[in-house]
C-alpha cells in the first residue's frame, strides 16, 4: 500500500510537470511564450500572446493537472496527510517541472486545482475575493496572491483544518513565485491585463 501511494505521488509529479501553456502556445500560435510577455507558460500570459481562448485552455489544463491527482488520492486513501502530498507534488511539478529543466509556472491555477476536490466552498470565496480584487485593480497577480492569501482564513472559518497545512505551503509557494510581481506592484510597474489585452486587440 505503501508503495502505491509513493508511486501516487511520484504520478502527481509528473502530470503536474506537463507544460500545457507551452504545449498550447506552441502548437496554435507556434511561439514559446517563455521568449515574450512576461515570459511565463501561465494561462495570463497565454492570453495575452495567443487569445483569450487558449489562456482558457490552458487555464482548464492547469486546474484539471491539480484536481484529478488529489481526487484520485481521496479515492486511494483520504487520509489528509497522503492527499496533501499529492497536492503538493502537484504543484511542485508545476513549478520545477522535470521536462522544462525544473522550471515551470506560477502554481496559482494548479493549487485551485488541488482544493476543488477537498475544500470546494472555502475555494470559491478566496477565488471570488480573487475576481473582486482583479476586477477593482486590473491586476491578476494580486488577484493570485489574493486567492492564496485568503484561503488559509476561508479554511479556518469554515472548521477544515486538515487542509490548512497545505494552503499555507501553496501560499508561500505562490508568493515566491510572484516576488517579481509583487515588487513591480510595490513599484507601480505591473502591466494590468485588460491594458495589456486592449493593446494586443488594437495592434492586432
Request: glycine share 10%.
Amino acid at each position: 500500500m505503501l508503495v502505491g501511494q509513493i508511486l501516487w505521488i511520484v504520478g502527481a509529479y509528473i502530470l503536474g510537470s506537463v507544460p500545457f501553456g507551452l504545449v498550447i502556445a506552441k502548437t496554435f500560435c507556434h511561439i514559446d511564450p517563455r521568449l515574450d510577455g512576461s515570459k511565463s507558460i501561465g494561462a495570463t500570459n497565454i492570453s495575452r500572446l495567443c487569445g483569450f481562448q487558449y489562456g482558457v485552455l490552458t487555464l482548464a489544463c492547469d486546474v484539471l493537472k491539480g484536481a484529478i491527482p488529489v481526487w484520485g488520492a481521496m479515492l486511494l486513501e483520504p487520509r489528509p496527510v497522503f492527499v496533501s502530498l499529492t497536492g503538493l507534488a502537484c504543484v511542485m511539478g508545476h513549478v520545477f517541472s522535470c521536462f522544462m529543466h525544473l522550471r515551470g509556472g506560477k502554481a496559482v491555477a494548479t493549487s485551485i486545482g488541488v482544493f476543488m476536490p477537498i475544500a470546494f466552498w472555502p475555494l470559491l470565496g478566496s477565488c471570488a475575493l480573487c475576481m473582486l480584487v482583479i476586477w477593482r485593480s486590473g491586476f491578476v497577480s494580486l488577484g493570485s496572491l489574493t486567492l492564496l492569501a485568503s484561503l488559509p482564513v476561508f479554511l479556518i472559518f469554515m472548521g477544515m483544518y486538515q487542509w490548512l497545512p497545505l494552503s499555507l505551503c501553496l501560499c508561500l509557494v505562490v508568493f515566491v513565485k510572484h516576488r517579481e510581481n509583487i515588487s513591480r506592484l510595490r513599484a507601480g510597474t505591473e502591466k494590468p491585463w485588460l491594458k495589456s489585452r486592449q493593446k494586443k486587440d488594437n495592434i492586432q
